[in-house]
């Protein structure tokens, strides 16, 4: 019997907004991102963040957060996409983010992050702090602050600027050679 070898199973890519807002500027930007990933990887946007119970450093945490833990465990890439609020990073996102500290998923995990907000450089530098601390592979390239977000969304809510369309290329490509670079040494 033939094994697969893990470079031949397609990429996994997870995607959690911060935002849980209807019409939000950060679900637009996820919306991009999954268009330009394409059949490059598999796509799975995380919706869970209301299921997951404040942190407490429970052993034996609820089912949400365990599915939460596999699901950031069997990701081949992480992309964070967030606003900032009250000049920090959306608690809902952080509470969950911190059931992983214990855990470590997010340990050498290839992880990009866009900060979608009016201003937004306070969030983007916080999460940068958060994503350190944890020890997640962070290529520079893979880092995007896009400030003044409302005003790049056309009428539908949608973002079709071309500039801002090719900076968000920028950041999936740099999260995809970096997954397939972490899976070239894992083999
Ligand atoms: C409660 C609240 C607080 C906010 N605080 C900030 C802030 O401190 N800094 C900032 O740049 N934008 C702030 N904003 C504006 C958001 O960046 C902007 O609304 C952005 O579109 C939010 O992302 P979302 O549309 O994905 O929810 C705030 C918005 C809300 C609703």
Same mark, same amino acid.
């Given at each position: 019997?033939?094994?697969?070898?893990?470079?031949?199973k397609p990429?996994?890519?997870?995607?959690?907004s911060?935002?849980?807002?209807?019409?939000?500027?950060?679900? %637009?930007?996820l919306?991009v991102? $999954?268009e330009?990933?394409?059949?490059?990887?598999? !796509? =799975?946007q995380?919706?869970?963040?209301?299921?997951?119970?404040?942190f407490?450093?429970?052993?034996?945490p609820?089912?949400?957060?365990?599915?939460?833990r596999?699901?950031?465990?069997?990701?081949?890439?992480v992309?964070?996409?967030?606003?900032?609020?009250?000049?920090?990073i959306?608690?809902?996102?952080k509470?969950?983010?911190?059931?992983?500290?214990?855990?470590?998923?997010?340990v050498?995990?290839p992880?990009?992050?866009?900060? %979608?907000?009016?201003?937004?450089e $306070?969030?983007?530098?916080?999460?940068?702090?958060? !994503? =350190?601390a944890?020890?997640?592979?962070?290529?520079?390239?893979?880092?995007?602050?896009?400030p003044?977000?409302?005003?790049?969304?056309n009428?539908n809510?949608?973002?079709?600027?071309?500039?801002?369309?090719?900076?968000?290329?920028?950041?999936v490509?740099?999260?995809i050679?970096?997954?397939?670079?972490?899976?070239?040494r894992?083999?």
């Amino acid at each position: 019997m033939t094994s697969i070898s893990p470079i031949d199973k397609p990429i996994t890519i997870v995607a959690i907004s911060g935002s849980l807002r209807p019409n939000s500027s950060n679900h %637009a930007v996820l919306n991009v991102v $999954k268009e330009i990933i394409g059949d490059r990887a598999k !796509f =799975t946007q995380f919706e869970g963040l209301t299921d997951i119970p404040a942190f407490d450093d429970n052993p034996n945490p609820v089912r949400a957060v365990f599915d939460f833990r596999n699901l950031l465990r069997e990701a081949d890439g992480v992309l964070i996409c967030s606003p900032e609020y009250a000049f920090g990073i959306p608690g809902a996102l952080k509470n969950a983010i911190d059931w992983t500290v214990s855990s470590g998923e997010l340990v050498n995990k290839p992880l990009a992050l866009i900060t %979608a907000a009016t201003g937004g450089e $306070k969030a983007h530098a916080a999460w940068l702090l958060v !994503f =350190t601390a944890l020890s997640a592979n962070m290529p520079d390239g893979s880092m995007l602050h896009l400030p003044y977000i409302r005003s790049k969304l056309n009428q539908n809510g949608q973002i079709n600027n071309p500039e801002i369309l090719k900076t968000i290329e920028n950041v999936v490509d740099s999260l995809i050679i970096t997954i397939n670079q972490t899976r070239n040494r894992i083999e």
